[in-house]
């Protein structure tokens, strides 16, 4: 009889699997073993059997996974409360057991009714507990959600001088909270999704109604609901299947874990994407402009945050073309070089066995794994084997006459340039392409580096993010919208949203430029 009852419960676990809506059994027995089983008997899952009521008792059982939930809740909230049934709701025949257990027992904000197998599991594995009657086929996903986490801590990737120093967690509902906190606004919608077949990661989409572009908010929802894969670990996995751009090296989807970044975006009319188990909050449609610029611009006064936005765009185009200038100018335009500059090159170069361009792709790459190291290494030594490296090196190589003390200078110039970039995002597209400029600038010289800048202008132009062109509003073009892109305007002169984002409503200031006081 053992074994005939395990080859049943065998072929229910197997029938559940195909079938999505198997509904849930009368016999609490039955049902404790389907879950016990189709999770192989986990060690942390936690089943309690107790009895409600005292006059007419009933056997109920509570399933939990143990780590993902708020044991406090459970253990005052839940059991104490159904282990001492009130005597007068137990008297009364008119209430149904349930409904005495739903409206007078439960002491718990979130209470939903389970009728099948399948959405059991959403809510148990999601960190919601379980409360099945014996003798009834439906039971209730209570919201005991919790469990350890880091909480609220500090920016470690986009740090401002002057600003809020909060950052997302990996909680969804914390990250969540923390905009709630910012944007108290009846029109913050949002929407929940379960992506992934094995892991039922919990996203959840924010968007300002009114203000969010409609069709963007519709395309977004379409592509999460086609999202068919087995996992999402990591917001990266969103990123890459809703993006429009797939073959190219800019990123086209925002990501922070800044929640003001995040809540400003929003009152553009973009939408954030939370994605459980990661601090970092995607955001979109995403502009080639938005990764040149900082939350701190706006904590500025306008004119720091100019000069501030005008040395990162001259940045962005020194990390891109330094050492690529460097190769064109030394092999193929030395008249363009000053004498003087130029006889102190080639005797710098004397001696040297390498062509410019093997000297600057070593260097690079030399530079490159150093950076690497000094990210994976804890963080306590990083810094230090980074700076000690590249400096030991760099004149190890000088001394021993494989590079020049020039080609030195022209890597770390362009290193620090790199790191003045805001988004880490670009930094890497800029130094994936630098090494294709270099290889255009030593076969083409000058004419190559102006060859490549065009084509990859014609790239970004092309590129599209949710619908909205990725150069907006440069291109196409929008006299409105310069005004918060190299230059940050004061605040009473930005009046209205992009336009291109934001159709609807479309006015975000009507404050006048502030008056000095008459004099008496």
């Known amino acids: 009889m053992q074994f005939r009852s395990k080859k049943k419960q065998k072929a229910i ?16 027995t039955e049902n404790s073993r389907i879950i016990s089983n189709m999770l192989g008997e986990s060690v942390d899952f936690v089943s309690r059997s107790f009895m409600i009521g005292v006059q007419k008792p009933v056997k109920a059982q509570l399933f939990y996974i143990d780590g993902i939930v708020d044991s406090v809740i459970i253990h005052h909230d839940l059991l104490k409360g159904l282990m001492i049934e009130s005597r007068e709701a137990e008297q009364s025949n008119q209430i149904d057991r349930l409904e005495l257990l739903e409206k007078h027992l439960l002491a718990i904000g979130m209470v939903n009714h389970v009728e099948t197998i399948t959405d059991l599991f959403k809510h148990l594995l999601s960190g919601d ?84 572009n409609d069709d963007i908010v519709q395309e977004l929802d379409k592509r999460l609901k086609d999202i068919d894969i087995d996992s999402i670990l990591e917001g990266a996995y969103i990123e890459e299947l809703v993006q429009d751009g797939v073959y190219t090296p800019f990123p086209t989807v925002y990501n922070t874990e800044r929640p003001d970044t995040i809540a400003a975006g929003i009152l553009e009319g973009k939408i954030a994407i939370f994605v459980d188990g990661t601090p970092f909050v995607l955001l979109i449609p995403a502009l080639f402009i938005d990764f040149l610029q900082s939350s701190e611009d706006y904590y500025q006064r306008a004119d720091i945050a100019t000069f501030i936005r005008v040395l990162r765009t001259i940045s962005f185009f020194l990390a891109l073309l330094t050492p690529s200038l460097y190769i064109a100018l030394t092999i193929f335009h030395q008249e363009m070089v000053p004498t003087t500059l130029l006889i102190s090159l080639a005797a710098q170069r004397e001696g ?31 810094s230090a084997i980074s700076i000690v490296g590249a400096l030991v090196l760099g004149q190890a190589a000088v001394d021993a006459g494989i590079v020049s003390a020039m080609m030195v200078i022209i890597v770390s110039f362009t290193a620090i340039s790199s790191f003045v970039f805001p988004s880490y995002n670009l930094a890497i597209t800029v130094r994936m392409l630098r090494f294709g400029y270099m290889l255009l600038a030593a076969t083409l010289g000058l004419y190559g580096i102006f060859t490549g800048l065009i084509i990859m202008v014609l790239h970004m132009v092309s590129l599209r993010s949710f619908g909205v062109p990725y150069l907006t509003p440069l291109g196409p073009f929008s006299l409105s919208g ?7 305007a004061p605040f009473w002169l930005q009046r209205t949203r992009q336009p291109l984002q934001s159709q609807k409503n479309i006015v975000r200031n009507q404050t006048d430029s502030p008056q000095p006081p008459k004099g008496r």
């Open 13 to 28: 676990v197997e029938n559940i699997s195909k079938d999505h809506n198997v509904p849930l059994s009368t016999d609490l």
């Open 129 to 212: 507990s379980i409360l099945l009657i014996d003798g009834y086929a439906k039971g209730f996903s209570l919201d005991t959600r919790g469990g350890e986490n880091r909480g609220i801590a500090s920016v470690t990737t986009q740090e401002v001088v002057r600003g809020p120093k909060e950052a997302f967690s990996e909680r969804i509902n914390l990250n969540i909270a923390l905009i709630r906190r910012k944007i108290k606004d009846p029109n913050l919608w949002m929407k929940n999704y379960k992506i992934g077949n094995k892991t039922q990661t919990d996203v959840t989409v924010a968007y300002l109604n009114g203000v969010a």
């Open 352 to 382: 040297i066995p390498f062509p410019a361009f093997i000297e600057a792709v070593l260097m690079e790459f030399t530079f490159e794994l150093l950076r690497e190291a000094g990210i994976r290494l804890p963080s306590t030594v990083g």
């Open 482 to 488: 310069q005004k918060d892109v190299f230059v940050r």
